[in-house]
C-alpha cells in the first residue's frame, strides 16, 4: 500500500515566500477569507468532507496550509471505506497558504510566482522525451527530493500550470507519478491545484494534462460568479 501523494510535493514549489518580491503586487485583498465553490465532476468525486478522507489527507498536510477539497476517481471514491489499503492515483486536490490569502493577486502575478518558486526550490528542467527514454533505465534520474520540470503552461484563464515527474519514494525507483502543478487566481486569491497520475509513458503525460485541464476548467469556471 503506497501512501496517498499530498501536500508533501506540493510544497516542493509552493511554500517559498513571494512577498518581498518586488515584482509581485503589494495590494491587498479588503477580505483575507472567501468561500471556494467546488464544482460537480463527471469522473471524479470530491470527498473532503468524508471524515476518513478528510484524515488521511490532513495526516500529510503542512502547518500554515488550508485543504479546501479533494477529488477522487470515481473507483477510488467507491472504496472510501478502505483508503488505507488501496493505492492512490488519478486525484487533485486544492488548498491555500493562509499567509499568502493577504496579497491581492492579479493574473499576471502567476507566472512571475511560478519562476520565483522553481528558482528557489531544486525543481530541474527536461525534455519529455528525454525523460520517457531515461526515467526507468537510470534510477539516479529523478530523486525524491528533486522533481522534473517537463512543461509549463498557461492555457486555462486566471491559471498556470506545470507538469511534473515526481519520484515519492527513494526505495522505490520504478514509481513515477506524474503531478501537474496549478497557480490560481480565484477573486484576486491564490489558490493551488494539483493533480496526479501515474507515470506510465506518454500517454500517462497527455492523460494528465487532459484531466487536469478539465478539473481546473471547472473549479475556474465554478468560481466566476
Known sequence: MRKVLIILFLAVISCKDTSTNSNITTELNETERIHIE????????????????????????????????????????????????IDFTDYC??????????????????????????????????????????????????AADKPYLLEEYSKIPKTYSAINLIKPFSDDHNYIVVYVYNLINIKNHLVYGGY??????????????MNNDSIISEFVKANEK
Open 38 to 85: 467546488l464544482p460537480e465532476l463527471n469522473n471524479w468525486n470530491e470527498l473532503y468532507s468524508d471524515e476518513l478522507v478528510k484524515k488521511r489527507f490532513d495526516e500529510n498536510s503542512n502547518n500554515g496550509t488550508t485543504i479546501i477539497g479533494v477529488y477522487l476517481n470515481n473507483e477510488t471514491a467507491k472504496r472510501k471505506d478502505s483508503l488505507d489499503h
Open 93 to 142: 486536490l486544492f488548498f491555500i497558504l493562509d499567509k499568502e490569502q493577504k496579497r491581492k493577486i492579479k493574473n499576471t502575478d502567476l507566472k512571475k510566482i511560478f519562476d520565483i518558486q522553481i528558482n528557489k526550490t531544486s525543481v530541474r528542467e527536461i525534455e519529455i522525451e528525454d525523460a520517457i527514454n531515461k526515467v526507468y533505465s537510470d534510477s539516479t534520474l529523478i
Open 196 to 209: 496526479y497520475l501515474d507515470f506510465n509513458g506518454m500517454e500517462s503525460i497527455e492523460n494528465a494534462r
